[in-house]
């Protein structure tokens, strides 16, 4: 069951990363929503490989074609279909290595799960490219929060060692927001950027490559949204993040660092503002019993290293069950960071608008 | 939709923290399962309250009443539904201070939610009582797992400032994991006991309370359970324990750590150990690709300070709007900690034989 | 997974015959509905047995304990699990005969299912008295319904092979339909109660059952509710009537008589009546691909005999695989058709409910 | 939600009459099963249109393109995503009459339901060719299932007046139901099958069309499949057939001549034949209590007159909300019956198999 997600929007995708293509059904979206194509490509422009050398060589136009659910401009309100052929395939590069499983990748894993006969191109399946559908996806939700003023903002908390500032749990600048999506490296402090970029760069040249963490923020979630326990927005955007390869852990608000604290640090005290209720500060990041507080939400995703690297590593070969080593040769990123973004952002974009229309319905869409 | 959880065995979880009680009805058990009443009542005695001053001094019997699906000393196959009374409740501690809302809680994103119609009365639905139940469960997934020689097991990995050792995730010993779950406050260093105990009872006397971390590890979980993207084992088991209160972050294997990481510190390289296909070191958490590899499966949960203390604090009267403050009386516990732990060992319990079933089918379990 | 159900209203029942009890847990009401419980109980009384020669002389109170989920006389909006307890339970009836598969009954599917594990008493699991709760959870969202003018009312269609008119399938009369939940025996052509009664009494005398048809129509539902395909509304109301014992047809509309028509008489042409869209006849039951089209919603299940006969039947003896007979003792409906009714409006009532809520939200209920 | 369905193999169905092209993808089949492409052609081609005087002149090669889940000539376990592409649209046809809803379809739920936007063209996403895909998977489910033993078959059990004989519910031939695959107007008296056609060609020269009713027959399956209440097989099975457009009613076994039957009649009283537990009868159709019982499981669907005839209708224009009349053009299929028989047949091995994994676990492929 790993490719289909939802409540009330619903997505199944599919593909490989050296098969044909990769692709998406969305079914619940309503009928009569005008998408914005160029805000769709810009989104997927922005997981895209191949645009600097910060990135994978791989060059992939990732042109979307929409094969069902939209007609004369707008949804039809049946299952929309995308697709996104697979163009730039070198799949040369993985047969010589089929038998050697990749270190950090899921080879092996696929290998058992699926009985020796997952497409071990690329990753096949669990390729990252899987994730550019859900991109799409995601900026046909968006589009639709945006247009109800909910806003997604991301930055790059960290590359390696080198941090980025926090966000304002509290009075977090829409402006700012707005324009993180603008940025090829969005920060909060872009004195940073040349030093993280020194590090990607770094890590390339030793064909090696580098984890980070990106901070989201969500503006202007109404109060009352989500549940507690099984569906709270911790559970459902949690859930969702895993989905994305190379994430490893997910912290709200303060997350870990609340685990060092006392009660009355933590605790968000109430006040009135502007004739609003809300906390003075937000450790909780936006979020209680699950449900959201009219406050910002927020929330850090820890994203591995790519696994690729081209040093050379131990391995075994799956076949003859003896151990070897590889260097993964091929083209990839030497950190992937920049590039979840809008995927993170995806991902949270569709959990959202999932939580709002159980409670709203789908004629809150238009 | 809160209260429904799983895809192949199916808990519903109801219940008010002073109402009568709390319950549980767990749908897809085969027939034919003895239960082991007495490693229920282990399990529920360790999350039960009022044990020690360490905890709240509430003090509740958590004696649960099987009304349905059991017969004979066997599961039915049918839904069984287990109730747990409530016994020891003071509500007139709630009444007072119903329109204050209590800083860290769900009282105001409940109210809000649900029209203003919650129960609140120590939380009512939102209360951490609401757990007792999920254990009950738990506690017969972790029977039937550790038929199957799967061992779930768990320490207090900070409290607060003071930290234990963490698990060896790549030979982790048995009989530690095993023991773990008869201490009342389990440690790998045991050393570090009193000085956690301190810290606890500490800001018990300031009338405020303090967070902490739990590491729990899983072994013998043989290659090939999960799936990627949306129902990852770090999907599953993260919406399972974003589901429990006060939890605010997870990571899975070096987590956060491997964001600090390169990809030759992070990538676990394979080895062959006693004929089997192992890592050399197991940064992943026993999981790539979202299916395990055959290591142990760790994860570390932040777990926020009791939002109850009774320290005064600002918050707002929901009624009048205005800003008050307030201290919580009643009961609770100064650290939740140690009894969140056979909560998150339920519900990864839970979450494992689901994902597990998905492979085999029912029949796997007997 | 027998008991759970719903995708926007869940419910979860659990319960046997001879047990403690049987139940619901339903999850999703929005907080802040106040319940009226003399609806609920006059629901609850259409179903309850004992009240009259034609039914069981099982007497049953059927009185509904709420044990969560309702506060100051209205819905929390979390989990509401409500309770019946079984008060005349002669389980000694069962015992001797347990080794006896009964005819008709899931006696023999529900021991090879469950592991010879099934509670036999009654029927355990199996019996009718599970859809006392279902009754339940259905005056909930008939009750919402009823505020929003969507009216469901039913009447015998046929029992055994004494036949009553058919409800008019265009102009259907509002107080008709109201008036039908009023009576006992509900008939359009009330001369028909007499013979029909016979019939079951004769049965009765015979230690015989008989079956019959229930028409159920719901009026007032506006157009465009349901889905084409897999969520259609006959797909979603026929898989809830299946769930109810002894149901073994259904057809929408004309149903098996458009089978032997021509497209000329099949197919309902449009006119404008009143203002409004309307169809000169209605043979496809108020749906077509799979929504509502603003016309009565029409449906006919068929009721098997009550297969509980005390005539002798030959059957088998489950322990010892030798054939043998029975005749079963105990009470029984010689005919389950009346009793059925409130059942069918309860299921078909949530099955709305859940639908209407998928396009309007929960907000639409108030 | 209209177009995901299952709970352990899931399928995602999209695409419209004349865009371009319907597609499915399926999930949850595990990796390395070997697909018979011939046999899925076979299928393919029973439903595909403009194969004699008796369907629609559209013809549609109905080539199946795999897009993902398939390498190396079987499949990977991942997403199964496949392809019908459009070739043979003719939507002049249509957009001509865009605003004329015709009597019996969907034009006008459609509009309703999706807000003005749907796919007008041919019936757009509610058009009869949305079951190619369906039985694409299907007739991967029905291989699965052979090779475990377990047949389905279907005849023509009655075209508009002229009705077939049925099948022997008891001791129904092997020999019988594999053949009737073979047929392409498959019948058991197959001295009938002139007369059938005669009537449809009859109402093909009217410009009409007729209904007719399928029956279906499932040898094999192993008792205790199934659940009670909401996972019935009868719940299931009829939620699946009630998906394929033309479909108003279902029974099981006997149906709804159980409703005129007494209990003695109706009852399948057991026996012991050749070893195994086995009843005299098979009124119940092989299902008690929702679970299969070991006897052949059998129903009938009724299937209405195909809705496009070219005789005058009268209608309304939607856009001018007047009265008027239409003549439908276009090709069309004077009866729907024998296209829809391998339909059925692909609903029905989803659902089975769907149903026997959630007991066995995907292992139980292979």
Same mark, same amino acid.
């Given at each position: ?204 040249? $030793? =064909?090696?490559?580098?984890?980070? !963490? %990106?901070?989201?923020? @969500?503006?202007?979630? #109404?109060? *009352? ?103 993964? $040769? =091929?083209?990839?990123?030497?950190? !992937? %960071?920049?590039?979840? @973004?809008?995927?993170? #952002?995806? *991902? ?19």
């Amino acid at each position: 069951m790993s490719g289909i997600w939802g409540n009330n929007i619903k997505v199944s995708i599919f593909g490989e990363s050296h098969g044909h293509g990769v692709g998406i059904v969305i079914d619940g979206l309503p009928g009569g929503i005008k998408l914005d194509m160029d805000y769709i490509k810009y989104e997927m422009d922005r997981r895209k490989p191949g645009k600097s050398k910060l990135t994978t060589s791989r060059k992939e136009a990732d042109e979307v074609k929409i094969l069902s659910g939209y007609f004369n401009g707008k949804t039809t309100g049946t299952p929309l279909c995308a697709f996104i052929e697979n163009t730039n395939t070198r799949s040369r590069d993985y047969s010589k290595t089929k038998d050697l499983m990749r270190p950090g990748h899921a080879d092996y894993t696929g290998y058992m799960k699926y009985n020796q006969s997952n497409d071990y191109r690329g990753g096949g399946h669990f390729s990252g490219r899987l994730t550019a559908p859900l991109v799409f996806a995601g900026s046909i939700a968006k589009q639709i929060l945006e247009k109800n003023n909910i806003l997604i903002g991301s930055h790059i908390s960290s590359i390696y060692t080198q941090v980025d500032e926090t966000f304002d749990y509290v009075n977090c600048n829409e402006e700012l927001v707005k324009n993180l999506r603008l940025e090829e490296f969005p920060l909060i402090d872009k004195s940073k950027a040349d030093s993280m970029k020194d590090i990607i760069l770094r890590a390339k040249e $030793e =064909g090696n490559s580098v984890g980070g !963490i %990106v901070e989201t923020i @969500i503006l202007n979630v #109404e109060t *009352g949204i989500g549940s507690p326990f099984f569906s709270s927005i911790e559970s459902r955007i949690s859930s969702m993040m895993f989905s994305i390869p190379a994430i490893k852990g997910i912290e709200f608000g303060e997350g870990f660092n609340m685990a060092k604290m006392k009660g009355n640090e933590s605790n968000d005290e109430y006040c009135i503002k502007d004739g609003e209720i809300r906390t003075y500060t937000n450790n909780n990041g936006g979020i209680l019993g699950g449900i959201s507080n009219g406050m910002p939400i927020v929330f850090k995703c820890a994203i591995k290293p790519t696994p690729s690297i081209s040093m050379e590593q131990r391995t075994i070969n799956i076949e003859s069950k003896e151990e070897t080593s590889l260097s993964i $040769e =091929g083209r990839h990123d030497p950190c !992937i %960071v920049p590039r979840a @973004i809008p995927v993170i #952002e995806a *991902g949270v974009a569709l959990t959202l608008l999932d939580m709002i229309i159980e409670k709203k319905g789908l004629e809150w869409i238009n």
